[in-house]
Structures are given as structure tokens and as C-alpha cells.
């Protein structure tokens, strides 16, 4: 292990002994001088690229980054920024933190599954950036083939070292997420052990207080018309949606959505129905359009924890804050008259099984 400013985490392929009992409970990376290095943010971005990976690799991706993000005794939060270009030169800092699968023999790791590359300072130890490679040249799975390595496995292993975890080389801590080995089938890397877990906290510790916790039921809140949005960590006393002038007698709608952090990526739509034809509801979709659908759908949808077919979540795979004007300042003069019904709702990705759904409304003479 080379601990320098530019530092190389290398996850190989086999491990070999069982049977030794010294534990190391979890190790974190020093710089030369001997600074402990970790981010100073609590929030870290990553980009994505799948090309090249298995299929199934964007899932395993973010599900490795909401396992260290859900450790409700830290602070530390990955998210999950977009898809990115192609790193040019993996040896240079480009400024952004990337998820990839590429050969690693051009890079002189041809004996390594994945890689982390982590800069930060010698003398302070502040990562500025971690960028993640995962070896296209061995057989790699999302599906728990036993004849494959297992992605979510190895990209969990590595937001470990991108924390800055170290790895684990005595084999009494073969069980962990930050042993260095890791064998074709084994999945057990996906959830932590209870050391990844005091080692992520001693680094970053604290309870989430500035996040709005993924929702665990269905909650339902109704609130008057506001101009803006009020932001708060407690769904109740949020009003995430505001309509602008319309609320206090003015002549504009202006849809106004702000929410704070979440503590895990989600899911936004945003739909409304007009009083007078409440059998069709509108769904605003990432371009700003809108999709209709029958309320009987929506309302199935609800009961079955399943989006209606073709529904397109205004937001998808987010973790916020959200501060937005998505429709711009809109004269009332120029839609039709009548009362708006505006629902806000907020799921883990890819579910309605669990939601916060806001509603509001506002008049249109
Ligand atoms: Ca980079
Ligand atoms: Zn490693």
C-alpha cells in the first residue's frame, strides 16, 4: 500500500486462509506526514458510467452508495451526481468523483478487480477527489453468478477507501466490507459488518439532522396555498410545493418546489388534477411537459406500491435539496379558470410503496 499523495487502493482477486482470530475492528488511510485523510464535506458526489459493466450495474452501483449513506450513526452521505463522459486519464484529477469499468491492465493493475485513486492533501489529509475503476478484463456480475465477481461487492469495498478506509488484510476480518480479498460468487461485501460501520462513524460521525429521512409509511399532508415553499426535515411541517402570487389574491402562478436533503436517493412527481375533471391527472414530466393518466391509475398505483406504466417521475434518483422553479412565472390570464389540485410525492427510487404525498391547491378566477 503506497501512502502518498496520490494513494492506491487495490482490491485483489482470491483470498486464501481462514482461521486467524486477531481482529483489526477497522483501518483508515494517513497521508505520509501522518494526517488521517477523509473529506471535510459530509457529502460526497459520484458520477456513473455503466458502459462496459454488467447489466444491472447502475442499481449496484447506487445501492453500494445508499449502504454507506444509510449508516444512521454517521453523517457521510454519497450521491449520486449523473452519468459521466469517460475518464481521460485516470492518473489525473479532473475534478470529478467517477464510478467506471475499464481494462486495469493499461494502468499496471492487471491483478486487481478494482482500483481507488484518492487525492488529497499530504499535510492536512482533505480528499479533493476519489475516482473508482472497476476491471472489465474479469467476469463481472450483478446477478450473484458463482462464477463471477460480484459488482456491488467490489464498488462497496471501494466507497469504503473513497471514505477513507483502509484495507483489512488478517483474515479474521474476512468478513468485512474492507477485507482485501474477495473470491468469484461472494456477496457478502453488499452489507456491512459492524466495524465498516464504526469505521465510517469514527471518521464522519453524527446523526443526520439536516436530512428529510426516506419516508418508512404512507403520509399524506394537505396544507393551504403558500406564495413559497417551506423547507423543513419534519414532512409534517413541510410545505415543499408554493404557487406564487396566486396564494394571496395575486396574478401569477409561479410553481415554487423546494425540499431539503433526503437521507437516500428518491424519487419527485408532481401531479395535479382540475376540479372540474377530476378523472384525469397530470404528471409533469422531466422535460416540463405533462402526461396524462386516469385517477383510477393513480390510485391503483398507490394501493399496488407500483408506478403506473410510462409514469415518469419529475426527479428520479435524487437526494437533493431541490430548489426549483420548474413552469416559470405564469400569467392566470392564460390558463383556464378553475381550482388546481397540486400533489408533491416523494419515494424511494422506484417505489410507491412507501411515500410522503403533499397536497395543495390554488384558484384560478
Ligand atoms: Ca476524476
Ligand atoms: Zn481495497
Not at 45 to 74: E, H, L, Q, R
Not at 305 to 316: I, L, T
Request: include cysteine; charge should be negative; charged fraction near 15%.
Amino acid at each position: 500500500m503506497k501512502r502518498t499523495n496520490l494513494l492506491f487502493c487495490i482490491s485483489v482477486i482470491i483470498m486464501f486462509i481462514q482461521g486467524v482470530t486477531t481482529v483489526f475492528a477497522f483501518d483508515v488511510c494517513t497521508t505520509l506526514l501522518g494526517y488521517e485523510m477523509k473529506w471535510s464535506t459530509s457529502s460526497v458526489k459520484y458520477w456513473v458510467n455503466t458502459a462496459g459493466g454488467p447489466t444491472g450495474s447502475y442499481s449496484a452501483i447506487t445501492s453500494a452508495m445508499d449502504t454507506w449513506t444509510n449508516v444512521d450513526t454517521s453523517i457521510f452521505a454519497f450521491s449520486y451526481e449523473g452519468t459521466s463522459y469517460i475518464t481521460t486519464n485516470p492518473n489525473q484529477s479532473d475534478g470529478k468523483n467517477v464510478v467506471e469499468f475499464r481494462s486495469l491492465a493499461p494502468l499496471g493493475f492487471d491483478q486487481s478487480l478494482g482500483i481507488s485513486y484518492i487525492w488529497s492533501y499530504v499535510s492536512t489529509g482533505e480528499i479533493t477527489e476519489t475516482d473508482i475503476f472497476l476491471n472489465t478484463d474479469y467476469p463481472l456480475s450483478t446477478d450473484m453468478s458463482p462464477n463471477a465477481f460480484d459488482v456491488q461487492s467490489m464498488v462497496t469495498h471501494e466507497f469504503g477507501h473513497s471514505l477513507c478506509l483502509d484495507d483489512l488484510y488478517n483474515t479474521g476480518d474476512s468478513e468485512k466490507t474492507m477485507y482485501w480479498g474477495i473470491s468469484k460468487g461472494e456477496t457478502k461485501k453488499r452489507t456491512l459488518d459492524q466495524d465498516d460501520i464504526n469505521g465510517i462513524t469514527y471518521l464522519y460521525p453524527g446523526i443526520p439532522t439536516d436530512t428529510l429521512l426516506l419516508p418508512i409509511g404512507q403520509n399524506s399532508y394537505f396544507y393551504p396555498p403558500v406564495a413559497d415553499p417551506v423547507k423543513s426535515i419534519n414532512p409534517a411541517m413541510a410545505k415543499p410545493a408554493g404557487v406564487g402570487s396566486v396564494a394571496f389574491g395575486g396574478y401569477f402562478f409561479n410553481l415554487h418546489i423546494a425540499l431539503e436533503q433526503f437521507s437516500g436517493p428518491a424519487d419527485i412527481y408532481g401531479v395535479y388534477y382540475l376540479s372540474s375533471n377530476p378523472q384525469i391527472i397530470f404528471n409533469l414530466k422531466p422535460d416540463l411537459t405533462f402526461q396524462a393518466f386516469f385517477t383510477q391509475e393513480i390510485v391503483q398505483a398507490l394501493a399496488t406500491g407500483q408506478p403506473p406504466a410510462g409514469a415518469v417521475p419529475w426527479k428520479h434518483n435524487v437526494t437533493g435539496p431541490i430548489d426549483e422553479f420548474p413552469l416559470g412565472n405564469i400569467p392566470l390570464s392564460s390558463i383556464p379558470s378553475g381550482t388546481y389540485n397540486l400533489y408533491l410525492l416523494v419515494t424511494p427510487v422506484g417505489t410507491l410503496n412507501t411515500y410522503y404525498l403533499w397536497n395543495t391547491y390554488f384558484v384560478v378566477p
